[in-house]
Structures are given as structure tokens and as C-alpha cells.
Nanobody, 116 residues
Framework: QVQFVESGGDSVQPGESLRLSCAAS????????LAWYRQAPGNQRKWVAI???????TYSDPVKGRFTISRDNAKNALYLQMDTLNVEDTAVYYC??????????WGQGTQVTVSS
């Protein structure tokens, strides 16, 4: 069964950094395009960053230049380094396959709160 477990969320002040981690199981991890998503209160879940099996990275405009996605295929792990956080980054962050449907397997997510 496909499973994703996110961790690393915290409450921080604007300008600070966080590193999120995601442990995946039940998939051929090294062959899949993976993504980080986030859902802010009252909003739909949106993609944040994508990384292909060839380590090609793509970022949504709001996080471009501040966030970095990476993967460790040996550990079936996905990471999101988030720098220069701002209040608009406050959301629950999820990892999953790129293009995952709303009714697919989603983890509980990890809460990131940015406030002064």
C-alpha cells in the first residue's frame, strides 16, 4: 500500500527556514516523479515543488528561489528546504506522487505556521 509520512513542520517567524521530510513506502520510489503540495486554511491543495526521477526540479511561482526540493532514493525520502519563509507560506504541507488525485493516498501532512 502506498504511504507517505510528512514531518518537520513547526511555527517560525518570517524570514526563518524549515526543512520538511517525507518518508514514502509502497512505490518504486526511484522511478517516480514526486511533489510537495500545500493547503492553506480555506484554500484548495496546490502543488509547490516537483522533482523527477532524473532530479529535474520545478517550482510554483510563490516559492521559486526560496524553496528547494530534493530526494534520497536510497532512503525513499523526499525533502523540502524552505528559506525566507513568509506568512503566506502558512499551510499544511503534503508529499505525494506528482498528479495524485484528491482521493488517492495522502498522509496527514505537516503544519507550517509563519507568524511574527
Amino acid at each position: 500500500q502506498v504511504q507517505f509520512v510528512e514531518s518537520g513542520g513547526d511555527s517560525v517567524q518570517p524570514g526563518e527556514s524549515l526543512r520538511l521530510s517525507c518518508a514514502a513506502s509502497g512505490i518504486r520510489f526511484d522511478r517516480r516523479t514526486l511533489a510537495w503540495y500545500r493547503q492553506a486554511p480555506g484554500n484548495q491543495r496546490k502543488w509547490v515543488a516537483i522533482i523527477t526521477s532524473s532530479n529535474i526540479e520545478t517550482y510554483s511561482d510563490p516559492v521559486k528561489g526560496r524553496f528547494t526540493i530534493s530526494r534520497d532514493n536510497a532512503k525513499n525520502a523526499l525533502y523540502l528546504q524552505m528559506d525566507t519563509l513568509n506568512v503566506e507560506d502558512t499551510a499544511v504541507y503534503y508529499c505525494n506522487l506528482w498528479g495524485a488525485a484528491d482521493d488517492s493516498n495522502w498522509g496527514q501532512g505537516t503544519q507550517v505556521t509563519v507568524s511574527s
